[in-house]
């Protein structure tokens, strides 16, 4: 009977010992890891902000910095994803690293049997139509002082029939070898916003306005009377900064043949380089002042990176954006108001919250009319350049808080060197940035109050005389 309970007690003990063993090594496959690192790019070794890092399979990530860097905790077994447009994705197992630095290269697309179709792309063989492009040096030549004139002649079959002299709206109907449908005969006319040192129209630039609404990364707000920020305005920005703007110095892709002398090191140049006597001495190749189609470059000192892939060379092909009619952002963020208006501000929170956690940004605990503000301002960030705003603006009735005069960015750089490229040599610049906020020129805007209706069709005030107009139309 004590050895049956000897044997017994040792059987128990021999469960009891690989239990603790199992359960320790399920802890140690399973424990918790910080990971660090810093992302680069392959060709020049340059930290590329707003890569997404993801743990897959799962929704836990994150995004790099202003400087490439990262911070992710994950389980030991866990696979990191590294993912960028126009590049190539990586996958990394965490395993014991701590540390992870990942070098992305590019993703290169063979475009030799593509041709360009407006906003999207067709193959050689399977293309019925013609394709005519225009450059724009070509339309610089033309002494015709309206844009749709300076076309015609230039485009095969293309007809302008204009309704007005007046300039900037001549009311033109532009035809490509006259009507050819009972549907709708107007042809698509597409107008970029890549920076001009990409021999690109940069017109669809934001505005200071929007590019300081972006908080810091620790979510208070950027001021440009705070000297730490005006003196480095676009360090320790919030995530969607950097994956929505292009600013002064931000890393871009690769120039063209002919602006590689100029910018070898492919960074945005929104600035000026001025002697100490205050005399220019060198405009930035992005600038209305700069060698390369300076009459296309922007005026507020940034352009748009959001929806821009950067593996698409601009200057000969259109990318193809697909319209986002809705996305799941959205339906939270309308979640959210809706639930501020019914004063269940703990539920708003916790959906607004997400939104922001996604984005790596700390949580909103404001109440009442503070956390109202909150979530109109967070929604107009989370949602730049996705058709939100003006309706954002009728439907809250803030027309003259949001239309206004506004503002745009000055970049120098002063040196009492003979300064003959943006640059120094070995890619430095001439001193340190300064910058200053500005009012920009002929963009006084003003709100109207009869944009928060719509003009009733005039068919339809024809069909019924008991109808009254909307005010103002």
Not at 18 to 23: D, E, P, S, V, W
Not at 79 to 86: A, C, E, N, P, T
Not at 278 to 296: A, K, M, Q, Y
Request: charged share 20%.
């Amino acid at each position: 009977m004590k050895k049956n309970l000897l044997s017994s007690g040792r059987g128990i003990r021999g469960t009891l010992l690989l239990l603790f063993l199992f359960l320790s090594s399920f802890a140690i496959l399973n424990a918790q890891v910080t990971v660090t690192g810093t992302v680069t790019g392959v060709e020049d070794d340059t930290p590329i902000p707003g890569v997404n890092i993801v743990e897959k399979g799962t929704s836990n990530g994150t995004i790099t910095n202003a400087d490439g860097t990262y911070s992710i905790t994950v389980p030991s077994d866990a696979v990191l994803m590294f993912s960028f447009v126009g590049m190539v994705t990586q996958e990394v197992t965490v395993g014991v690293q701590t540390i992870i630095d990942i070098a992305l290269s590019s993703s290169t697309t063979d475009l030799e049997e593509i041709v360009v179709i407006g906003y999207g792309t067709a193959s050689k063989a399977t293309l019925t139509g013609a394709v005519a492009s225009v450059r724009g040096d070509e339309l610089k030549q033309s002494p015709s002082t309206n844009f749709s004139n300076t076309l015609v002649g230039r485009v095969p079959g293309l007809f302008a029939y204009n309704r007005s002299g007046e300039p900037g709206y001549d009311g033109a109907t532009l035809r490509i070898r006259g009507a050819n449908t009972l549907g709708d005969n107007n042809p698509l006319v597409v107008v970029d916003g890549i920076p001009n040192g990409y021999h690109n129209w940069g017109n669809n630039v934001p505005l200071g306005e929007l590019v300081d609404d972006y908080e810091m990364k620790d979510g208070t707000s950027f001021d440009w009377s705070n000297p730490a920020h005006q003196a480095s305005p676009y360090t320790n920005r919030e995530a969607r900064f950097y994956a929505t703007i292009l600013y002064e110095g931000a890393q871009w892709r690769v120039r063209p043949s002919d602006v590689q002398a100029i910018d070898p090191w492919n960074r945005i140049q929104v600035g000026y380089v001025y002697d100490l006597a205050g005399e220019l001495v060198v405009p930035g190749v992005d600038t209305r002042s700069g060698p390369i189609e300076d009459w296309n470059g922007g005026k507020s000192g940034y352009y748009v990176r959001k929806f821009v892939d950067p593996a698409i060379d601009p200057q000969y092909v259109k990318q193809d954006v697909p319209f986002r009619h809705f996305r799941y952002a959205e339906v939270l963020l309308n979640y959210a108001e809706a639930c501020i208006e019914l004063s269940e501000d703990v539920e708003a929170l916790t959906y607004l919250n997400r939104i922001r956690k996604r984005a790596g940004q700390p949580d909103i605990v404001a109440t009442g009319d503070a956390l109202r503000q909150a979530y109109r301002h967070e929604r107009r960030m989370e949602m730049a350049y996705e058709d939100q705003r003006f309706w954002d603006v009728r439907r809250w009735v803030i027309g003259p808080d949001a239309y206004h005069q506004t503002h745009a960015v000055d970049v120098r750089y002063e040196t009492d060197q003979p300064a003959t490229n943006y640059r120094q040599a070995d890619g430095t610049t001439w001193g340190p940035p300064i910058f200053a906020e500005k009012e920009l020129g002929g963009d006084a805007r003003a709100w109207l109050d009869k944009a928060y209706f719509f003009p009733i069709m005039r068919d339809e005030m024809n069909k019924n005389s008991q109808l009254i107009q909307n005010p103002g139309y």
